[in-house]
């Protein structure tokens, strides 16, 4: 089985960055995605190349912070104040998904203006299955830019069906993607049930998960904050990649998963 562990929010504050870029140089983190809005976005993003850090996923943000576009071309997304809605309200209301796929589009470009690459596509607050419509626009986005998206509705049931919607429109998506469910965190004994059932029913899974380090500015803006410090000490402890390593599995970051999805595709053709 091949492992993802991916740590969403790169980019909300100094202190989840570098958390999160600990737990990719010397813990078992294999990608993060970043919310490029975030006000600590752009400084994250040199020191992440500083440290040897190329690529991350987009963690497509719609549903707190500001926008990258004016709000006059996003109006259904922002309210009187230019701020996004929040998540509940959001989900209510009617989105335009043009507007949408432009906010998205220039999010990406804001990650590749830092210099980074663009491994895949996950959002905040899983708004991704709000609406058939919007699922197909995100579809769209991975097959432009070719690469993975992260497979939400996995996380809700087993019963999806896994990979039909995606290879319709040739995007890759992993079978499977665990999280933890709010709050409380992760912990060592939640990730090694989700790993010993994981290796018995699929063959690419991903575990999604919030490291960092808390601080005023970090609990101003999420509800997960302390618990972010958990979640890094879980992904450092040699214990828990040592479990990995026993039940055979490998780990690999989307971008490593891509490319070897792309050659395989070659060789058939």
Same mark, same amino acid.
């Given at each position: 089985?091949? /492992?993802?562990?991916?740590?969403?929010?790169?980019?909300?504050?100094?202190?989840?960055?570098?958390? !999160?870029?600990?737990?990719?140089?010397?813990?078992? *983190?294999?990608?993060?995605?970043?919310?490029?809005?975030?006000?600590?976005?752009?400084?994250?993003?040199?020191?992440?190349?500083?440290?040897? !850090?190329?690529?991350?996923?987009?963690?497509?943000?719609?549903?707190?912070?500001?926008?990258? /576009?004016?709000?006059?071309?996003?109006?259904?997304? &922002?309210?009187?104040?230019?701020?996004?809605? #929040?998540?509940?309200?959001?989900?209510?209301?009617?989105?335009? &998904?043009?507007?949408? $796929?432009? $906010? /998205?589009? @220039?999010?990406?470009?804001?990650?590749?203006?830092?210099?980074?690459? /663009?491994?895949?596509?996950?959002?905040?607050?899983?708004?991704?299955?709000?609406?058939?419509? +919007?699922?197909? %626009?995100? %579809?769209? *986005?991975?097959?432009?830019?070719?690469?993975?998206?992260?497979?939400?509705?996995?996380?809700?049931?087993?019963?999806? #069906?896994?990979?039909?919607?995606?290879?319709?429109?040739?995007?890759?998506?992993?079978?499977?993607?665990?999280?933890?469910?709010? !709050?409380?965190?992760?912990?060592?004994?939640? &990730? $090694?049930?989700?790993?010993?059932?994981?290796?018995?029913?699929?063959?690419?899974?991903? !575990?999604?998960?919030?490291?960092?380090?808390?601080?005023?500015?970090?609990?101003?803006?999420?509800?997960?904050?302390?618990?972010?410090?958990?979640?890094?000490?879980?992904?450092?402890? #040699?214990?828990?990649?040592?479990?990995?390593?026993?039940?055979? +599995?490998?780990?690999?970051?989307? @971008?490593?998963?891509?490319?070897?999805?792309?050659? $395989?595709?070659?060789?058939?053709?």
């Amino acid at each position: 089985m091949k /492992l993802i562990i991916n740590a969403d929010d790169y980019g909300l504050t100094d202190g989840v960055n570098r958390g !999160i870029l600990k737990g990719l140089k010397v813990g078992i *983190l294999t990608d993060t995605s970043a919310i490029v809005c975030a006000p600590a976005f752009r400084a994250g993003a040199e020191l992440a190349l500083k440290n040897g !850090i190329r690529e991350m996923g987009l963690h497509c943000l719609a549903t707190m912070g500001r926008p990258i /576009l004016p709000a006059g071309r996003v109006r259904s997304l &922002v309210s009187e104040d230019g701020r996004f809605f #929040p998540r509940d309200e959001w989900m209510r209301r009617t989105v335009d &998904v043009s507007e949408l $796929e432009e $906010e /998205l589009e @220039a999010q990406i470009a804001v990650l590749l203006a830092a210099g980074l690459r /663009l491994s895949h596509l996950d959002t905040h607050h899983g708004f991704m299955d709000k609406t058939e419509e +919007i699922k197909e %626009m995100f %579809m769209r *986005l991975a097959r432009r830019y070719d690469v993975p998206l992260r497979n939400e509705l996995s996380r809700k049931t087993d019963e999806a #069906p896994f990979g039909e919607n995606f290879a319709r429109f040739g995007v890759r998506t992993v079978q499977k993607l665990y999280f933890n469910q709010g !709050i409380p965190c992760h912990t060592a004994e939640t &990730v $090694e049930k989700f790993l010993q059932e994981a290796v018995t029913r699929w063959d690419t899974v991903e !575990i999604g998960c919030h490291p960092g380090y808390s601080d005023e500015k970090l609990r101003a803006l999420s509800p997960l904050n302390d618990d972010r410090e958990k979640e890094l000490a879980l992904v450092l402890d #040699p214990r828990l990649k040592q479990y990995i390593e026993q039940l055979g +599995i490998e780990r690999v970051s989307y @971008a490593q998963w891509n490319e070897r999805a792309r050659m $395989e595709e070659e060789n058939v053709r």
